[in-house]
């Protein structure tokens, strides 16, 4: 058992681009845990990041030997910061481990594996939550509370887009990725209008881009624009792509309007409303992110952004995609 004040021991799992610049890093502002293990498939990266971290030998794993840390009491939460399609068996076999999981957005690539990732983190008394770092943010528990406390009037409808030109690595692999731009940036599309209102989507209807790129862009959309409809007759219109730079949040309410924009970056938001301007201090939106999940499994008390959130949307994303084949409206 350890001692109350102790920080809690987080191993990242998979030392890619996100590990890299942004876990880390926010690992050594974090008050509540630390950076205490890594698991790689990459033997230069394993050595790179002892000596860099001070990271003891006996913290490090690879993706085979990766169950043994059962039996090491230095490791608390396990965080899976693998590709897509990886999601499942690593947050499966962390909580087969006996360790709390974060697990990377989104949190597996059908709601089935969403399913049994919940199942095994309840077997195991473990605690899970997903890699929603926005919940941690100021600017946007700001659109939440202008949103759901209905500030400048109830929300009528939203419009959100988020783009990056030329992703690279397991982003363009189908089967990694599960799809493409709406699995990897359209999900904070999918976020942000469901925490502004308050409200799960009733009906969602899809529409692929234009195909410019086919052999980029192979099994997966190049773009996508979906509308999800919410009661009240409440709607977002959305749009995510692999082919532009796009990163937008805004909300038409009774008496006004809010925005982001930037609206999903680490840092450098900039929020406005038809009341002025949205100012705050930036944060470490990650080393809050972890923090507050230790101190969730601390208190034993609920995480703000749980596995049924990760699987709720899983779904969503899964019914905007069998809109866009079917070109037909799907209810939810
Ligand atoms: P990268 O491609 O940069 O890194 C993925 C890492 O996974 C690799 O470096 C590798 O680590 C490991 N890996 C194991 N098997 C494979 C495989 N077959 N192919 C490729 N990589 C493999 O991805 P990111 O770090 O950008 O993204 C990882 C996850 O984090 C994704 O789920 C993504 O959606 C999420 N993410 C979330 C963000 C957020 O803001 N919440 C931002 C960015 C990403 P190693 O070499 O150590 O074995």
């Given at each position: 058992m350890k001692h109350r004040s102790a920080k809690l021991g987080v191993a990242l799992v998979g030392l890619g681009k996100y590990s890299t610049n942004q876990l880390a890093p926010a690992l050594q502002e974090t008050v509540h845990c630390h950076l205490a293990g890594i698991v790689t498939g990459e033997p230069g990266k394993a050595e790179a990041w002892r000596d860099k971290y001070d990271i003891p030998?006996?913290?490090?794993?690879?993706?085979?030997?990766?169950?043994?840390?059962?039996?090491?009491?230095?490791?608390?939460?396990?965080?899976?910061?693998l590709p897509n399609s990886m999601h499942a068996s690593f947050t499966i076999r962390a909580a087969k481990a006996k360790k709390h999981v974060i697990c990377e957005k989104p949190m597996a690539i059908t709601v089935d594996e969403?399913?049994?990732?919940?199942?095994?983190?309840?077997?195991?008394?473990?605690?899970?939550?997903?890699?929603?770092?926005?919940?941690?943010d100021p600017y946007h528990l700001e659109i939440m509370r202008l949103g759901q406390e209905d500030v400048l009037g109830t929300v009528i409808n939203m419009k959100s887009e988020h783009g990056m030109k030329d992703p690279g690595g397991f982003r363009l692999n189908s089967v990694l990725a599960g799809g493409g731009p709406l699995m990897d940036l359209g999900i904070y599309c999918v976020q942000a209008a469901q925490y502004v209102t308050g409200r799960a989507p009733i009906s969602v209807w899809a529409q692929e881009g234009p195909k410019t790129k086919p052999e980029k862009?192979?099994?997966?959309e190049q773009s996508i624009q979906w509308i999800m409809e919410f009661p009240n007759d409440i709607r977002a219109d959305c749009r995510a792509s692999y082919d532009e730079d796009l990163d937008s949040f805004r909300a038409e309410t009774q008496r006004g309007w809010f925005e982001l924009q930037p609206a999903f970056e680490y840092g450098g938001?900039?929020?406005?409303?038809s009341a002025g301007k949205i100012v705050f201090t930036p944060v470490n939106q990650q080393a809050k992110q972890m923090d507050d999940f230790a101190l969730a499994i601390r208190e034993n008390r609920p995480t703000p952004v749980p596995?049924?959130?990760?699987?709720?949307?899983?779904?969503i994303l899964q019914a905007i995609y069998t809109s866009m084949k079917s070109g037909q409206r799907v209810l939810l």
């Open positions: 030998q006996r913290n490090i794993y690879d993706y085979e030997n990766f169950d043994t840390i059962l039996d090491n009491p230095a490791i608390d939460i396990v965080y899976v910061v969403c399913n049994s990732m919940i199942n095994a983190c309840v077997e195991n008394n473990v605690k899970l939550s997903i890699g929603y770092r926005l919940h941690f862009f192979l099994g997966m938001l900039i929020g406005k409303s596995g049924e959130m990760g699987r709720r949307d899983v779904e």
